[in-house]
């Protein structure tokens, strides 16, 4: 199984500052297998970045995911109040096929 | 998309058997897509159960194949899961999600079930 850590735990910043968030994978994992997530108390996740760079619709330009091999980013450029939530890095494995998460990172205002 | 939506009981007793069923729509269940349910818990965050695809096939969460079964009911456009031998480590919410278009990520989500294993 493909263990994914991300980094820091919890990120405190203030709204309009840059927001950059990481995720590293125990092994090397295809960037089209990478995704990011956001998820607000009492709501399923949302998908916003699969491919590790590709915006789902609707997702404001302000969020953009980097990276590749074993080392993934998701940065948000400007923070708006609304961002102050979870993030979730996401993996596909194909042998077995499988999914795996990571631990989170909790964004929360400064 | 219309979000898919989760049911079933939200109290199962220790041993028994967990049985949740995700409604989705017509489109949804004719889809190339594969269903799938996830459960989040304090303990072990988002966790993969495993998928199913419209034909039956499925994979699991090797952890999880022992105690799953998951089935497609195509006439009645829902899917379910099953899980048993449960104990209070599977309380969690548990949720049905599907790509939705997306590759190897999951865009349409159902919004939750909390079940809660206790006697």
């Known amino acids: 199984e493909i263990v994914l850590t991300q980094s820091p735990g919890t990120l405190s910043l203030s709204p309009g500052e840059r927001a950059t968030l990481s995720c590293r994978t125990s092994q090397i994992v295809s960037s089209r297998y990478l995704a990011w997530y956001q998820q607000k108390p009492g709501q399923a996740p949302r998908l916003l970045i699969y491919g590790a760079s590709s915006r789902a619709t609707g997702i404001p330009d302000r969020f953009s995911g980097s990276g590749s091999g074993t080392d993934f980013t998701l940065t948000i450029s400007r923070l708006e109040p609304e961002d102050f939530a979870v993030y979730y890095c996401?993996?596909?494995?194909?042998?077995?096929?499988?999914?795996?998460f990571g631990q989170g990172t909790k964004l929360e205002i400064k | 998309q219309v979000q898919p939506q989760e049911s079933g009981p939200r109290l199962v007793k220790p041993s028994g058997t967990l049985s949740l069923t995700c409604a989705v729509s017509s489109d949804s269940i004719r889809s190339s897509d594969w269903w799938t349910w996830v459960r989040q818990s304090p303990r072990k965050g988002l966790e993969w159960i495993g998928e199913?695809?419209?034909?039956?096939?499925?994979n699991y969460n090797p952890s999880l194949m022992s105690r799953v079964t998951m089935s497609v009911d195509k006439s009645e456009n829902q899917f379910s899961l099953r899980l048993t031998s449960v104990t209070a480590a599977d309380t969690a919410i548990y949720y049905c999600a599907t790509s939705g278009g997306y590759s190897y990520s999951y865009g349409a989500w159902g919004q939750g079930t909390l079940v809660t294993v206790s006697s």
């Open positions: 199913i695809y419209r034909s039956g096939s499925t």
């Open positions: 996401q993996q596909y494995g194909s042998s077995p096929p499988e999914y795996t």
